[in-house]
């Protein structure tokens, strides 16, 4: 991996995973935000002013057309320009990752807490950032991106978005594949101007040493390619059409696939 050179303090804890395949860079178009309306079923309504925090949804356009939302939970207890907070999820997951626990444990009401102004990301085809300027999420042509894509239009226009509406230079928090993008754009000096710091939770460069047999005969068999051509143009972990494939490749392997999310992800060992 190219070497780092970084004005930035990167804080690297523990370890993680994630599978990408490379596509096709599209073409630039204007990047178009909005602050987003309020729904009755968005992360803001029911996850964090039932816990007492003011919050706002955000839609921001990245140049290749994706619309992604993005939750604003504005700081408590500290008047005047509060420094703002990305969060970026990992794989499988999006920004509600960040507000599963209680308050006083999730670390994005723990950063409003402290003063700051955070923002949660949600990448590209998780479900809350579906929409696109011209596809259905029904189309190949949607799903037709893979990192590179959240590298090359996700983090700008998310580094972009919040820059623009706080007039600050933002912190970054990133887990698992959050991590991958943040160090795909930082070794081309990507974002810089932009960033104050960078906490990278399960960091990615490689994935040379990852544990799940799954993942690997997955890979080494291109299935991704195989479900694309079959028409199964999203890979999520509820999926009926993918809990299926890998049931029947748990069945015909040695594979213990108790439980599906940690046979694909791998188990973890931390020391006590």
């Not at 057309?65 to 509060?82: A, D, E, F, T, W």
């Not at 190949?140 to 998310?158: C, K």
């Amino acid at each position: 991996m190219a070497k780092i050179s970084l004005s930035i303090t990167l804080v690297i804890l523990l370890c993680g995973l994630t599978l990408a395949s490379r596509t096709k860079i599209l073409p630039l178009s204007n990047t178009i935000t909005a602050l987003a309306p309020e729904l009755n079923d968005g992360v803001c309504s029911s996850l964090v002013k039932t816990q007492g925090y003011a919050c706002e949804e955000h839609l921001v356009t990245t140049k290749d057309g994706y619309v992604l939302n993005m939750q604003r939970i504005l700081p408590r207890g500290k008047p005047g320009n509060s420094i703002p907070v990305v969060l970026q999820h990992g794989l499988f997951m999006d920004g509600v990752t960040w507000l599963l626990l209680p308050p006083s444990q999730s670390l994005a009401f723990l950063l409003a807490d402290n003063g700051f102004d955070v923002w949660i990301a949600n990448s590209r085809g998780t479900k809350y950032s579906y929409q696109h300027t011209s596809f259905s999420s029904n189309s190949s042509d949607y799903w037709n991106w893979s990192w590179d894509e959240l590298v090359a239009y996700d983090l700008p226009a998310t580094f972009e978005y919040v820059h623009d509406q706080t007039r600050q230079k933002l912190h970054y928090v990133g887990h698992s594949q959050g991590t991958l993008v943040a160090l795909a754009a930082f070794s081309k000096d990507q974002q810089l101007d932009k960033l104050r710091s960078a906490a990278l939770l399960c960091p990615i460069a490689y994935v040379g040493q990852m544990t799940s047999q799954v993942a690997k005969k997955a890979a080494d068999n291109f299935i991704a390619e195989t479900l694309y051509k079959l028409g199964v143009f999203e890979f999520s972990l509820k999926g009926g059409s993918v809990v299926k494939f890998l049931k029947d490749m748990c069945a015909g392997t040695s594979i213990d696939c108790t439980n599906l999310f940690t046979s694909f992800t791998g188990f973890t060992h931390l020391p006590i």
